[in-house]
């Protein structure tokens, strides 16, 4: 545990930085009078990123190194920042959204893969409890700073590039044993998912939409309702951090009652509240944040519960490709929530961001209660173990889940370049291995009738005959 203390600092710095930047560009692009179907559009563009950024930057990483490569996609998403309050453009921006979104996917994939690495069967449960833990209150933060700049001037895009930069800090400074290059990770087929799992599938899309559309569209309506920029800083702050509040009792309760009834439940739930955010968020600050606080934890917990269900229909050792799958699924959700929220928003106004959210929580309660009720029904002592997972993650976190049955413990990873301990103990070793094999050599050649190792064969003797060592110490 202590050694992957430095690998949930560096995600912590990212996951900040992250989430910074999309509410800092949100804002800036509404202030500067960008039409909200645009706004949308550029904010969509975040999560094509992620999601080639997950499937390709594993080839990169087995290529250069995970040092190297951590290094290079910091550096890339670092200028990238910095270059937002240069150009102001919506191309520019869209482009720019698709790059820091990829370079994220590979600092993620470096970091759990690392991660992935170090668990054990007895630490990759507390592992990922930490991991959630940890990226919720990281996302928080990132909120909060917010509230410190002025998405008009360059300061805050500097915090932003800060953030990243220094998360490169703890992760090459570590002396943790460099992992082994990640493996290509498999992925089911959407189709074949679907046909397994329909009720987990529509889980896992209902909250990458009503998430995406949140996470890139609420700072628009808090502010076109009147916040001041700290308040809505604290409000985004505070929708994101009731996430964590929610995710362990959901667990319980579906171990208990099931796992359909429980990710009925939350649908139902999380429509209600968000369909009282918009009638009541624009006249009062407590029921705005109350119920957003409460839409957004019912939204977190979707995805763990939806996924569990997915599980709990098929084989363990497919939950790694399974994931995979799951994963793409809920970025193309992230995907359709900002463009679709985003367009109606421009209709409608405001407040129509939380009703779409609403209609479309509630059709996923619908079509999981009437729909797929008979057919992902799962006993309770048939159901697998809870885990308490995030979507907002690599295919690579997947491979530490408890439930996964082809788990390896400790890859055997290469000594740390700037580890001197770790290359001087490789030195001492190598010599005594070299040593034991040239002495095994040379008793083998002895009892066969061979020339030993280091003297000279009758060949090379002009005499035929082994020559005299002159007195004093033998050299061998």
């Known amino acids: 545990m202590l050694s992957v203390i430095a690998l949930f600092i560096s995600l912590a710095l990212l996951v900040s930085g992250s989430a910074m930047l999309g509410t800092l560009i949100a804002l ?39 040092i190297r490569a951590f290094a290079a996609f910091a550096a890339v998403a670092c200028a990238t920042v910095l270059m937002h309050p240069v150009i102001v453009s919506p191309e520019a921006w869209a482009i720019m959204r698709l790059v820091v979104g990829f370079c994220l996917a590979g600092l993620m994939t470096v970091s759990e893969s690392w991660i992935n690495d170090r668990a054990t069967n007895e630490s990759r449960g507390k592992l990922l409890g930490i991991y ?23 300061v805050a895009y500097s915090v932003v590039a800060m953030l990243i930069v220094l ?59 009147g916040l001041a920029l700290g308040e809505l800083s604290l409000y985004m702050g505070f929708s994101v951090i009731c996430a964590v509040v929610l995710q362990w009792p959901a667990g319980w309760l579906s171990d208990r009652i099931g796992r359909l009834p429980v990710l009925t439940g939350l649908l139902f ?89 609403s209609l479309v929580l509630l059709l996923g309660g619908a079509a999981v209660f009437y729909r797929f009720r008979a057919s992902d029904q799962v006993p309770l002592a048939e159901q697998g173990e809870y885990v308490t997972v995030t979507p907002a993650s690599t295919p690579m976190l997947a491979e530490i889940d408890p439930r996964n049955e ?69 050299r061998d």
Not at 180 to 207: D, F, W, Y
Not at 297 to 302: G, I, L, Q
Not at 312 to 340: E, S
Request: charged share 15%.
């Open 28 to 66: 800036r692009l509404d202030m500067e009078g960008v039409a909200e179907a645009t706004l949308g559009l550029i904010m969509a563009f975040y999560s094509v990123g992620f999601v080639l950024g997950a499937t390709y930057a594993v080839s990169i990483i087995r290529q250069v190194g995970h």
């Open 132 to 154: 959630t833990i940890n990226f919720y209150l990281a996302s928080a933060l990132g909120q909060l700073l917010v509230g410190l700049g002025n998405p008009l001037e360059f």
């Open 167 to 225: 998360s490169m800090v703890p992760l090459t400074l570590t002396q943790s044993l460099i992992p082994t290059p990640p493996s290509p990770t498999e992925h089911l087929g959407i189709r074949k998912l679907i046909r397994q799992a329909p009720a987990g599938m529509t889980g896992v899309l209902v909250s990458g939409i009503a998430l995406g559309a949140f996470l890139a569209l609420a700072p628009v309506y808090a502010l076109r309702a």
């Open 269 to 357: 739930a999380g429509a209600l509240a968000a369909a009282i955010t918009s009638v009541l968020g624009g006249f009062s600050m407590l029921a705005l944040f109350l119920f957003s606080g409460i839409f957004f934890a019912v939204a977190a917990s979707t995805y763990p519960v939806s996924v569990a269900l997915a599980n709990d229909q098929l084989p363990n050792d497919q939950l790694v490709a399974a994931c995979a799958g799951l994963l793409r699924t809920y970025g193309v959700g992230t995907m359709i929530g900002p463009l679709a929220g985003a367009a109606l928003m421009g209709v409608f106004g405001a407040p129509a961001l939380f009703v779409f959210i």
């Open 406 to 474: 082809d788990f390896e413990e400790h890859h055997t990873g290469e000594p740390a370049e700037w580890d001197i301990a770790d290359k001087l103990e490789m030195l001492v070793v190598g010599a005594e291995d070299t040593a034991a094999e040239k002495l095994a050599a040379d008793e083998e050649a002895g009892e066969s009738g061979e020339p030993l190792s280091g003297e000279q064969s009758s060949g090379e003797s002009l005499s035929g005959e082994e020559e005299e060592q002159p007195p004093g110490p033998r």
